[in-house]
């Protein structure tokens, strides 16, 4: 028992359940199991957060005669809602087990299982700031709990929505925002023109409401200095006030979040969270009020008014729609920060890239019943797969198949249907194509191409070889189902996704190969100088400029092996050093092709504070070459430069490269170099340079 009586009942404590914000003289408890509110005075709630012990006896020897009374009222209410608890009670493992018990969608356990999958590796701090009102409010242990499953250590900062400044009172600690604007207040004109039954007036609210909206990104935009904001659309609601027939009212709904969009369109770090997308998941009636109220608005809104939930609201529903919103932040986070990443898919071939056995007689890639090449659900792999490959992952086989025979029988068949896109074998780095154990040759696969087991995925349609693989490569993540849901769990995938996608990560399954027609020339050179002069490479050196900003920053998130301390620069703090000529970065190209902003050498006063080199470019030995012209262009190599080297995992390429270019050791992590004729001079007969002075940049 816990209610504050007669009854000795020992003492109680805020429940861990409970959010918190307070405004003025008023504190509002969220009670975010039960989705339950409650508005109380700060004297209250400061007295419960302070109290040695929260007991009748406590209210009686604290507060004065006259407010004993109210006090003990609101302690009897806080109670009954289920805000204060016995001190020894554990209802927080109680109400996540209670979640834990709830079935998920059918649809959902393979793209959960790859959410699961990104955890391996330790835990990552991250402070996101949230922005608006009612689900704002309800989020936070949604949050704790689903980010801490995903390897993720969060902390959360509120701010009630200004429209002028959005994120005014969020602190500068914050990794990534979530702003929802659609609050009541921005909401009312608009309900209250519809309610007028004159469409000019609507049209006149529509408006307004939209420059309100498009004005709102661009401030947040602004605000976020560089980081990644994630801005709500507006959920539409059902039912038009103006009749089933009604067009108008969907299509005003549809338009203000046309200008979220040709807002975000505008900018370079928002990106958008599409609440009706996340509904269509969970039964939206008992989440959103639109058909019990006037407004379309979440349930935790009336849940605010009635301090319990509402009788329509359906509370699995709205637990479900908050996993699914909190599961979307941090997969944007990703998509747009580039962590954890899969760099390579490894397919089989025979019943997962088509039908039947290559090797067997009569099989053919055209369907006769439905007119389509390769029926479903192989044409929609062969889709996913192209359109993954576009955004810079790379692909593979593993087959167990005769090597000459499928190549070109699958060749002639790609290039016969080639204006209805199978996809041919030349859109794949590498073919691991006979009959020894897949396990033993996808570690020699992924040796080869330089990726992580933990970086790669493996598709195959039978179970026995999945296990084979799974057992021979532990980190590989492996599809685990069905070959019709293939498609769905590579486009869904967290893991796939792409914020945005550089001229370099398109090039990058086309620069993989150029590196095997490098090393087939190193075979036939008499020597490494007599290789290097043959492939002609050419090196463009200086400073960055704030265009190259988001391929510097995806170079230095992606890259782990050729990386001098693995420091991770965003976006936010690598501007400022643009600006300052801190940042320089290398195009390179060469006889093969050009590989486009490969390296990037971030200095400070005191020397090199950062250098790295995508590992596609390591062949061509442009590492030293690369930090001479840095040094000696920037002024540098002069002033005894010192550089920075700790050992970190998988680091292995670049540790001996200051030693190499003429730097002494001064200390466990630091190099310096003591005199400018050290610094490594490259061959002018071997590398074609050309150099921009840091003034010409600026």
């Not at 999958?117 to 402070?127: D, G, V």
């Not at 192989?378 to 090597?403: E, M, P, W, Y």
Request: aromatic share 8%.
């Amino acid at each position: 028992m816990t209610r504050i009586d007669g009854t000795p009942t020992g003492p109680l404590r805020l429940s861990g359940l409970v959010a918190v914000h307070e405004q003025g003289d008023l504190v509002q408890l969220t009670h975010c199991g039960a989705l339950r509110r409650s508005l109380v005075p700060a004297a209250v709630y400061h007295w419960l957060r302070t109290a040695a012990s929260i007991t009748r006896a406590a209210v009686r020897d604290d507060w004065d005669e006259e407010s004993v009374p109210a006090v003990l009222s609101w302690l009897d209410r806080l109670s009954e809602a289920g805000m204060l608890v016995p001190g020894d009670a554990d209802e927080v493992a109680a109400h996540f087990e209670s979640l834990a018990a709830t079935p998920e969608p059918e649809a959902a356990p393979l793209v959960a299982l790859a959410r699961r999958r990104a955890t391996a590796a330790p835990p990552r701090a991250l402070h996101v700031g949230l922005a608006g009102r009612c689900t704002m409010q309800l989020l936070d242990l949604a949050i704790r709990a689903r980010w801490g499953a995903r390897g993720v250590s969060p902390t959360t900062s509120y701010s009630w929505l200004d429209t002028e400044s959005p994120f005014r009172d969020l602190p500068d600690t914050c990794d990534f925002f979530v702003l929802h604007m659609f609050v009541l207040r921005e909401l009312f004109p608009l309900f209250v023109a519809f309610e007028s039954g004159e469409r000019a007036e609507v049209d006149q609210e529509v408006q307004s409401l939209r420059e309100r909206v498009a004005g709102t990104v661009q401030r947040a935009s602004l605000a976020a200095r560089g980081r990644l904001c994630i801005v709500h659309t507006l959920s539409r609601a059902s039912v038009s006030p103006w009749g089933i027939a009604d067009v108008v009212y969907k299509r005003a709904l549809d338009a203000i979040n046309a200008a979220i969009y040709d807002a975000v369109d505008a900018t370079d770090n928002v990106l958008v969270l599409d609440e009706d997308e996340l509904l269509s998941q969970v039964e939206k009636r008992g989440v959103v009020d639109h058909l019990y109220t006037i407004y379309a608005h979440h349930g935790f809104a009336t849940a605010n008014f009635r301090n319990e939930m509402p009788p329509w609201g359906d509370a699995r529903a709205m637990d479900r729609f908050l996993t699914l919103t909190v599961d979307r932040y941090l997969d944007l986070f990703h998509a747009w920060s580039g962590l954890d990443r899969i760099k390579l898919i490894i397919v089989d071939l025979d019943n997962t890239l088509w039908p039947g056995v290559c090797g067997e007689e009569g099989f053919n890639w055209f369907d006769a019943d439905t007119g389509w090449v390769l029926h479903v659900p192989f044409s929609g792999i062969h889709q996913a797969l192209r359109l993954i490959a576009l955004r810079g992952v790379l692909l593979a086989t593993c087959s167990k198949n005769d090597r000459d025979h499928v190549l070109d029988d699958w060749r002639q068949r790609a290039e016969l249907y080639a204006e209805v896109g199978p996809l041919h074998p030349d859109q794949f780095v590498a073919h691991s194509i006979d009959w020894d154990t897949k396990g033993a040759r996808i570690r020699r696969l992924l040796e080869t191409l330089g990726v992580a087991a933990r970086d790669a995925l493996f598709v195959d349609d039978n179970p026995i070889e999945r296990a084979e693989v799974k057992h021979a490569v532990p980190d590989l993540e492996v599809f685990d189902g069905p070959m019709y849901a293939a498609r769905a769990f590579l486009l869904e995938h967290p893991r796939l996704q792409f914020a945005r996608v550089s001229d370099e990560a398109r090039m990058r399954a086309t620069s993989i190969k150029a590196g095997f027609e490098r090393e087939a020339l190193r075979e036939q050179s008499r020597s490494d100088q007599d290789f290097l002069r043959s492939l002609e490479v050419r090196l463009r050196v200086g400073p960055a400029e704030l265009d190259d900003i988001h391929r510097v920053a995806e170079l230095l998130a992606r890259t782990n092996q050729f990386n001098t301390t693995h420091e991770r620069l965003g976006r936010d703090a690598l501007e400022p050093l643009v600006r300052d000529g801190k940042v320089w970065v290398m195009h390179v190209a060469d006889r093969f092709m050009s590989y486009g902003l490969t390296g990037v050498v971030v200095l400070n006063d005191a020397g090199v504070r950062l250098f790295v080199m995508s590992c596609r470019a390591l062949g061509l030995r442009i590492e030293l070459p690369f930090i001479g012209a840095v040094l000696r262009a920037s002024g540098l190599a002069r002033r005894e430069p010192l550089a920075v080297l700790r050992e970190c995992p998988r680091n292995e390429p670049c540790r001996s490269v200051f030693q190499r270019a003429g730097f002494q050791r001064r200390d466990h992590d630091t190099w310096v170099l003591a005199q400018e004729s050290d610094l490594y001079r490259d061959d002018a007969g071997i590398y074609h340079m050309e150099l921009a002075a840091a003034e010409d940049a600026r």
